[in-house]
């Protein structure tokens, strides 16, 4: 059974840091390309980050490029989010995603909060 919990959200400054992980189960972690998503209410979900199965090629939304990175390990099934430079737009519930064998999993997500 596949599963991905999020940590490592709160709240943070503008211009802050904060560091997202995701832990996953049930599959095996290093042949999947690996997701971060963000929502706000009344939005639909929106594609922050990915990574490739190995790691060695990066994607991200315009919106965070520069100031967020995302990187695994794979020998800890742990895909984690650098979010630096942090502004009140990038609060938002941030989710896990994976996608295998046609089917979508995402985890509970973790709030980000970003505000003075």
């Known amino acids: 059974q596949v599963q991905l919990v999020e940590s490592g959200g709160g709240l943070v400054q503008p211009g802050g840091s904060l560091r997202l992980s995701c832990g996953a189960t049930g599959f095996t972690f290093s042949n999947y390309i690996m997701y971060w998503y963000r929502q706000t209410p009344g939005k639909e979900r929106e594609r922050v980050a990915d990574i490739t199965a190995d790691g060695g090629s990066t994607n991200y939304a315009d919106s965070v490029k520069g100031r967020f990175t995302i990187s695994r390990d794979n020998g800890k099934n742990t895909v984690h989010l650098q979010m630096n430079s942090l502004k009140p737009e990038d609060t938002a519930v941030y989710y896990c995603?994976?996608?295998?064998?046609?089917?979508?999993?995402w985890g509970q997500g973790t709030q980000v909060t970003v505000s003075s």
């Open positions: 995603h994976v996608r295998r064998w046609g089917n979508l999993y």
